[in-house]
């Protein structure tokens, strides 16, 4: 069974600076694609980014050069950098995991594991 745990989320201002981290089962990071997605409450759940085994990224045009996934599979643990952040950036942010299919930031809210999440809010 995957478990996902995400830590990391907080307050911070607009222009500001966040790391989430994701801390998985042990062999899930270095087996499993893995990504990130966001959800405001009422709206559908938005693929944020997405890194396959062999470290190949994706990402949402929203947040394209302001964010960073990557992995450290020895500490089985999935970060987003989040760098020069928005009042739109505002949701709750979880990790997922999905062992087969494409590795896409568009199937990330469809992936059979996802945590709990973490809620970041920017304020303006």
């Known amino acids: 069974q995957v478990q996902l745990q995400e830590s990391g989320g907080g307050s911070v201002q607009s222009g500001g600076s966040l790391r989430l981290s994701c801390a998985a089962s042990?062999?899930?990071?270095?087996?499993?694609?893995m990504g990130w997605f966001r959800q405001v409450p009422g709206n559908e759940r938005e693929g944020v980014a997405a890194i396959d085994t062999d470290d190949t990224t994706s990402y949402a045009d929203s947040v394209k050069g302001r964010f960073t996934i990557s992995q450290e599979n020895t500490k089985n643990t999935l970060y987003l950098d989040m760098n020069n952040v928005k009042p739109e950036d505002t949701a709750m942010y979880y990790c997922?995991?999905?062992?087969?299919?494409?590795?896409?930031?568009?199937?990330?809210?469809?992936?059979?594991?996802r945590g709990q999440g973490t809620q970041v809010t920017v304020s303006s």
């Open positions: 042990p062999d899930t990071v270095n087996k499993y694609c």
């Open positions: 997922a995991a999905q062992v087969a299919g494409p590795c896409t930031v568009e199937r990330v809210p469809l992936f059979g594991y």
